[in-house]
């Protein structure tokens, strides 16, 4: 099976709205922010939207980009769908907390029959990008990708997988995976869980056969000897890392996990714009330019109505791959 999802490539148009966004001035609404900045992280502790959250709350502090005290407050559940729920009817009209998000909310909307969906937000900026990686508890008997993968072919029901939220890109990576060994996918045996602390713990525990995340979020696992890679989702090797990519073990399969911030329904363009303007310091800042380094995440900057379409599409293609692999119907 070949499925590529590479959500970091850009058509020509949409490039073009991206250059015209972070260029054009943006027009500071009343000296914005004029009071405690909130982040909303929509999981629990542990995970990606918690590890942005809580870097953009350092960069925008200690390089003072803003004079106010920025909070982090983590909403998690159903692939991020509670925090948007409690966001977007809550927070209606607050121009002073914002909400992390990405690909994984994109997905478990669809999943979990969200009543409330993106288009209620306003579109702020992409962020970063980051590959996923399926790990092992560090004493497993499987040492590599193809040795699971041929034992799930045999018994798929033997085999428990444990990732984030059901729906989102680490979900979707299970079912592209399945397709490619010939599993249906109504014989994944997948556990969501809401947080990245409760995922390393299952598989740590083993109480999971297999799990996967992002590469940054379990880096740390593998450094204590608690956790073993087996591949990573990107098309090839990451600078400094040994683990094997998918496409190496022979299964053509490629996938990014996205992350982005938006803001609440009833924000006026101003007020957009200048929250836009900080975000585009922040990504310009030194301590930020330097974390992405050290996490490997990849610069996927994108703003404004350029970064809503962006969503839009990205909509459909959840869509689709969560139909064709089985998990929606």
């Known amino acids: 099976m070949k499925f590529h999802y590479k959500p970091i490539l850009m058509t020509a148009v949409t490039a073009a709205m991206a250059i015209t966004a972070c260029a054009a001035p943006a027009p500071q609404a009343a000296n914005y922010p004029s009071k405690n900045l909130t982040i909303l ?73 969200s009543p409330v969906n993106l288009k209620e937000t306003v579109p702020l900026a992409r962020l970063t990008g980051e590959y996923s990686v399926i790990a092992v508890p560090a004493n497993s008997k499987f040492t590599t990708l193809k040795e699971l993968m041929d034992a799930y072919k045999a018994d798929p029901k033997s085999v428990v997988w444990g990732g984030g939220s059901a729906g989102g890109t680490d979900h979707v990576l299970i079912g592209l995976l399945s397709k490619a060994v010939g599993v249906s996918g109504d014989k994944i045996n997948y556990v969501g869980y809401a947080g990245g602390g409760e995922a390393i713990a299952a598989v740590i525990g083993g109480q999971v056969t297999a799990g996967v995340s992002g590469f940054t979020e379990w880096s740390e696992q593998v450094k204590a000897g608690k956790m073993r890679f087996l591949a990573i989702s990107s098309e090839k090797k990451l600078p400094g890392d040994s683990t094997p990519t998918i496409k190496e073990a022979g299964y053509d399969v490629t996938i990014s996990n996205w992350r982005g911030v938006v803001a609440a329904p009833g924000t006026d363009a101003a007020t957009q714009k200048a929250m836009i303007d900080m975000l585009s310091k922040m990504r310009e800042s030194k301590s930020w330019k330097e974390a992405l380094v050290k996490n490997n995440w990849d610069d996927l900057f994108l703003t404004g109505e350029a970064y809503g379409k962006f969503i839009e599409s990205e909509d459909k293609v959840f869509k689709d791959v969560l139909t064709t692999i089985g998990v929606l119907k």
């Open 41 to 113: 992280a929509p999981a629990n502790p542990g995970g990606g939207w918690d590890q942005t959250s809580r870097l953009m709350q350092k960069t925008l502090s200690e390089e003072k980009i803003v004079s106010v005290p920025v909070e982090v407050v983590n909403k998690g559940g159903a692939a991020g769908t509670i925090g948007l729920a409690e966001f977007v009817t809550k927070n209606k009209g607050d121009t002073h907390t914002i909400m992390t998000m990405g690909g994984v909310m994109v997905g478990g909307i669809h999943l979990n029959k």
